[in-house]
């Protein structure tokens, strides 16, 4: 019988968060097994609710959303998008550096698959947000991991990103704030990435999903504001502050240096036209979101539930023996280390017992192509009764838990 594999050039593309152990979750499910899913920064099954004058808005003019419209977005929707950089200082973007996509991992595969040739290499930070790796794979690149360094608070270790330049470098990745260590950068870490892109004529890929979302005064600087002589291409979307995953909304500016890019850029409308628009009925809520009362920002705030969540996931997983969090001060996210007690020399096995065990799911760290078995991350989007339960027991299966 003639058979079909998977192409080759998903050999090495690795989607963890939701790959394997989430198909061992469904076969528990599936025998009534309630599961504590911490796998994905999904909000609503956490009781997030998108702001409902965002939702008004979508429904208001959903008649005129049944059309393709502009395959680089919607002139409204471009424009609140431009306000808003405004508002940020970013004054260097026309509308037409903006691009409106089916969410920020979408414009991720457009970004990179409209730049890389065959073994062009890309530095993605390790940890990562692991669909930068798997995109850089499918577009044919070479992913090269740089160091973000836990003993001072995950920042980039910026001498670990010019030992790996090399010839073959196009560009480079940063995720501030951070998923999955929560770690928010501050400028003089910005400066020393934009130096290095200066020097080395490197684009700068900054993905600032999370730009809203920080805790503790803690300040989100725009990557994009740092160097106006380098390339910098900047990302951020309705999912995370906005609640609203499930409208796959997102979109990317360009800033600075963008004469040297024109070969790209007509690449960039080229795979835009290719999928003919992005989702319309999402293109009507962003500039209700992106104007007016920011309602995240009451989560945020000391007695906000995301922080309280913060607060909890980082308190009781620091009071588990062998563990050890830095404290995030941005994103959803905290990304524990496990000491040498637990003898783990497979973190995959290690959350597939956790999850056969304890019926908690959490996304072990090579998923995150971290490159030690010794880190897992927490999604602390759960209710406090939940992420408690969670972190129980978590913290009764490491009681005796050894590899
Ligand atoms: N970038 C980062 C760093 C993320 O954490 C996520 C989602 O978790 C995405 C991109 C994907 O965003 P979107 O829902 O806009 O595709």
Redesign the pocket.
């Known amino acids: 019988m003639k058979t079909f594999t998977k192409s080759v050039k998903l050999d090495n593309v690795c989607y963890d968060?939701r790959g394997p152990v989430l198909d061992e979750a469904k076969r528990l499910e599936e025998q009534g097994f309630n599961i504590i899913k911490l796998n994905?920064?999904?909000t609503a099954p956490f009781g997030f609710q998108t702001p409902e004058s965002i939702i008004h808005d979508i429904v208001l003019n959903m008649k005129d959303a049944q059309g393709y419209g502009d395959s680089q977005g919607q002139f409204p929707a471009r424009n609140a998008v431009l306000m808003d950089l405004q508002t940020k200082g970013l004054m260097d973007a026309g509308i037409d550096d903006i691009y409106i996509?089916?969410?920020?991992?979408?414009?991720?595969m457009i970004t990179m698959m409209g730049l890389l040739n065959l073994n062009d290499e890309m530095l993605i930070p390790m940890p990562d947000?692991p669909?930068?790796t798997a995109a850089v794979t499918l577009a044919g690149g070479s992913p090269v991991h740089y160091r973000c360094d836990e003993q001072s608070g995950w920042n980039p270790d910026l001498a670990d990103i010019r030992s790996k330049i090399s010839g073959k470098t196009k560009g480079i990745v940063i995720?501030n704030p951070?998923?999955?260590t929560g770690a928010v950068y501050d400028r003089e870490i910005l400066e020393g990435v934009a130096e290095i892109a200066a020097e080395k004529g490197l684009i700068v890929f900054a993905?600032e999903?999370?730009s809203r979302i920080t805790y503790d005064g803690a300040k989100y600087i725009p990557m994009a504001s740092i160097n106006p002589d380098i390339l910098t291409i900047s990302?951020d979307?309705?999912?995370?502050a906005y609640r609203a995953?499930g409208l796959?909304?997102?979109w990317m500016s360009l800033h600075g240096n963008k004469k040297c890019a024109a070969g790209y850029i007509e690449g960039l409308k080229m795979l835009t036209n290719m999928r003919l628009c992005a989702n319309m009925p999402a293109q009507f809520g962003i500039q209700t979101a992106l104007g007016g009362y920011q309602s995240i920002n009451d989560l945020l705030l000391p007695g906000g539930r995301l922080h309280e969540q913060r607060d909890i996931a980082v308190d009781m997983v620091s009071r588990i023996p062998g563990l050890s969090v830095t404290v995030p001060k941005g994103?959803?996210?905290c990304f524990p280390k496990m000491d040498s007690r637990f003898n783990i020399t497979d973190d995959e096995r290690f959350v597939l017992d956790l999850l056969r065990e304890k019926h908690l799911f959490l996304v072990q760290g090579t998923g995150f192509n971290w490159d030690m078995p010794d880190h897992f991350r927490i999604v602390f989007l759960p209710e406090k009764e939940t992420l408690k339960e969670a972190i129980k027991r978590l913290g009764e299966f490491l009681a005796d838990y050894r590899q």
């Open positions: 968060i994905i920064g999904n996509g089916n969410g920020v991992s979408e414009l991720i947000y669909l930068w995720i951070n998923n999955p993905d999903i999370y990302f979307g309705l999912s995370k995953p796959r909304c997102g994103a959803l996210y």
